[in-house]
């Protein structure tokens, strides 16, 4: 049974590829009357009757699952699968196979096949839980794996705002003695340019304590620079911006 929950009122598309016409046209009527009593899911089926429609079908909808015929004159459905799956990894495949065809079938899974089905005994609620289990399947795969990309994201950014924290703390003594000398010298200073030019650093010393608290106060990774452009000196660029 699968993790996944479906949802009330999701939609399976799905894609049947079978050389024989009239097998589409069963399967795909059927399905897209289907209602699954349970959970109220609804399928939306579409065929082709070669490989070549089957991956233009897919170029042109948005299909959650394939059901596959083995035997077709252009193409098996072995070939077939890979050629889906190198393309769309992420899609659920159903394999149709005949009587006796445990191999061909047990291939078809270790190649990414979801599920099998044999031809000749198929029912409709047969196609039906094993739509809703293979697209279950591969949802339940995406998201987590969506989980884990997340979880990654937040790791790095917690050890990116760790390791400037720990930048602040050892950049924030070492202003502190510049700004506090800074004082003293222009407390002493008579002449009045060397005063000016105390002054100035001065201010240059508190823009900088200033840019080492916001970094430190940082909770959040954000794609921003923390100055605004009127602080950036006229003959430098952006490109000199740290960005949080």
Request: net charge negative.
């Amino acid at each position: 049974m699968s993790l996944y929950k479906v949802q009330h009122h999701e939609s399976f598309r799905v894609l049947i590829v079978d050389d024989d016409a009239a097998f589409c046209r069963t399967y795909v009527r059927a399905l897209n009357l289907i209602r699954v009593v349970t959970v109220e899911a609804h399928m939306h089926a579409l065929s082709a009757t070669s490989p070549q429609e089957a991956m233009h079908m897919l170029e042109t909808h948005n299909v959650d699952c394939c059901i596959l015929d083995y035997k077709m004159p252009e193409k098996s459905g072995l070939d077939l699968q890979r050629d889906i799956l190198m393309k769309y990894p992420d899609m659920a495949i159903i394999f149709v196979t005949g009587e006796g065809c445990e191999e061909v079938a047990t291939e078809a899974i270790k190649q990414g096949a979801m599920d099998y089905i044999v031809k000749g005994t198929i029912s409709i609620k047969q196609i039906e839980s094993a739509i809703i289990h293979s697209v279950s399947r591969v949802r339940l795969t995406r998201s987590l794996e969506m989980q884990r990309k997340h979880l990654l994201e937040s790791e790095r950014q917690r050890i990116m705002l760790q390791s400037l924290g720990t930048a602040c703390h050892h950049m924030a003594q070492p202003l502190t003695v510049l700004r506090t000398y800074i004082v003293m010298l222009k407390r002493k200073e008579t002449d009045s340019a060397q005063s000016a030019m105390l002054v100035e650093a001065f201010k240059s010393v508190e823009a900088l304590c200033e840019i080492v608290w916001k970094i430190s106060h940082t909770s959040s990774y954000k794609t921003e620079p923390y100055l605004v452009p009127d602080h950036v000196h006229p003959s430098e660029g952006n490109d000199d911006l740290i960005v949080l």
